[in-house]
């Protein structure tokens, strides 16, 4: 080729003292190692399908789980183990935790439920004060009337509502309240204060105690 450069030398010969450039890298470093790993790739360096110390998860990696530098496998499975513990520590809370919120629950619905089942059979007490007083003279013995009385009480027994009171009962001061104490003869043996007549019965839904049953009582001579 004609020197236009007027040195004398072939065009694209570097100047005198200028060294040539080199198509490849004396270190190797632009081309792949002889055991086939990427360049770049050195010691202390893993590829995932390799495995070894700090190998991840993927195909091919030893290890289950990342491992942090310097751990052995006995202080890797250590601190599973303990993780682990963490887990089923906080989901034996919770569950402890929601056992106790729907007993709560619950109960408070049951508390709810008997406070208005009680507040109904406190509006009916005089309608059912007349079907006791009716019953004792015999009004209801027979007829319409003695059905109707005997399906009002029937729905209430079905929300739980109890008809307290009997004549013959020993006297209990936890649902007995004792109007009038009279002289009568009570079954022999018998000790104690017992029931006699029952004025006005009581009713209680579960453990409250809607009114109390109002009697005349009498003591064992």
Known sequence: MTDTTGTGAPEGTPPDGVEPESTGRADGAGSA???????????????????GPGASSEPGGEDEFDHGAGESE???????????????????????EYVNYKKRVDRDRDVIRNAAVG????????????IHMARQVGDLADGPFSAIADKLEAILGRYGVERLGEAGQE???????????????LPEGSTGTHVVQVLQPGYRIGERLVR??????????
Not at 171 to 185: G, I, K, Q, R, T
């Open 212 to 221: 109390a049953a109002r009697v005349s009582v009498a003591d064992a001579g």
């Open 171 to 185: 006297f209990d001061p936890n649902v007995h309240e004792a109007l009038m104490h009279v002289e009568a003869d």
């Open 119 to 130: 507040s109904v059979v406190e509006s009916l007490l005089p309608v059912l004060d007349d």
């Open 74 to 96: 006995s202080e890797v499975l250590a601190r599973e183990d303990a993780l682990a513990a963490s887990y089923l520590s906080d989901l034996q809370r919770l569950q402890a």
């Open 33 to 51: 190692p002889a055991d086939g790993s990427p360049a770049g790739a050195g010691p202390g360096h893993h590829r995932y399908f390799e495995g």
